[in-house]
């Protein structure tokens, strides 16, 4: 790829340098918006009706108008690949509610905005995945609507700022009981008595489309699946792994300076893991 990159601005491909919004956009001075990164393999989608169907429901949960009808936003998407061809790309879509003059309150109808870029997709190195990843628990300070992807991400950037100071690899929010929920941008999981647990979907949660993902690879894998309320002290805790689009699943071997498992990555971690990388070089492949 060493073409100029172009994205997506509204109603046309433009040079990346070039492709700007209004300073009125609510997006920019309210966060009033939402997005999706997905994943793209050698020109094949992983989950791209998923994350599109996600995308709709955050618009729908904000009361913003799918800026395009879907059939013409997948197209869109793909066609965002076909002119930034990476490898494995990863593909950020951005919707906010448009441009208006600043006040809290719409009245009006507004013209979604509707943003697409296309990066190298990022990948853990083979050295992270030998080692683990390293994580700290943070009290939640996050709103109390995580179900939608909603690009008011200060609190995740504040988590994100958090871990680099304390040199891990992700910080992982807990509730007022304790109980782990997710990641700044990750969903996580805990073996425990070896059976595969997370925290069930509610207001607390990002449905992360990898997330379900790994509950499919467990189950393929023989893996039992429980989505309840679980806590970094409980007994027959043997591992944690964290899952996002752009990490497939990866082992946290290290919590608030505690070992995991030894501190190693954890079979079935590593079980799920080559589960998965296989379903991407299928993808690739295709
Ligand atoms: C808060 C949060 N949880 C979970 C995820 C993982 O979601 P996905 O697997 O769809 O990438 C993300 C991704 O950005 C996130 O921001």
Not at 39 to 64: M, V, W
Not at 177 to 185: I, K, N, R, S, T
Not at 197 to 202: A, E, F, K, S, Y
Not at 204 to 221: C, F, H, N
């Amino acid at each position: 790829m060493t073409e100029p990159l172009l994205a997506y601005v509204n109603d046309g491909f433009v040079p990346l340098e070039q492709a700007t919004v209004h300073i009125e956009d609510r997006g920019f001075q309210f966060a009033d918006g939402v997005y999706e990164v997905v994943a793209c393999f050698n020109g094949t989608y992983l989950d791209l009706k998923p994350h599109l169907q996600r995308l709709q429901r955050s618009c729908a949960a904000i009361e913003i108008e799918l800026p395009k009808p879907m059939a013409e936003l997948e197209y869109l998407v793909q066609e965002a690949y076909v002119k930034n061809p990476f490898e494995d790309a990863m593909v950020y879509i951005q919707v906010t509610r448009g441009v208006a003059p600043r006040a809290h309150v719409v009245q009006q109808k507004l013209i979604p905005t509707l943003i697409i870029t296309v990066r190298e997709l990022p990948k853990p190195s083979e050295k992270k995945v030998q080692t683990g990843m390293k994580g700290i628990t943070l009290s939640d300070i996050r709103w109390k609507h995580c179900e939608i992807k909603s690009i008011a991400l200060l609190a995740s950037v504040m988590g994100k700022q958090e871990a680099v100071r304390q040199e891990v690899d992700e910080a992982f929010w807990l509730d007022e009981q304790g109980h782990v929920l997710e990641g700044c941008a990750t969903n996580i999981f805990a073996v425990i008595d070896e059976v595969l647990v997370t925290h069930p979907l509610d207001h607390q949660v990002l449905g992360g489309i990898t997330r379900d993902m790994v509950i499919e690879a467990a189950k393929a894998s023989d893996v039992p699946v429980e989505e309840r309320e679980w806590r970094m002290d409980e007994e027959g805790l043997s591992e944690c792994m964290m899952s996002s689009t752009t990490n497939a699943v990866m082992p946290v071997c290290v919590m608030d300076g505690q070992a995991i498992g030894g501190g190693k990555p954890g079979d079935i971690c590593l079980k799920l893991r080559a589960y998965m990388l296989d379903q991407l070089q299928a993808l690739r492949d295709a």
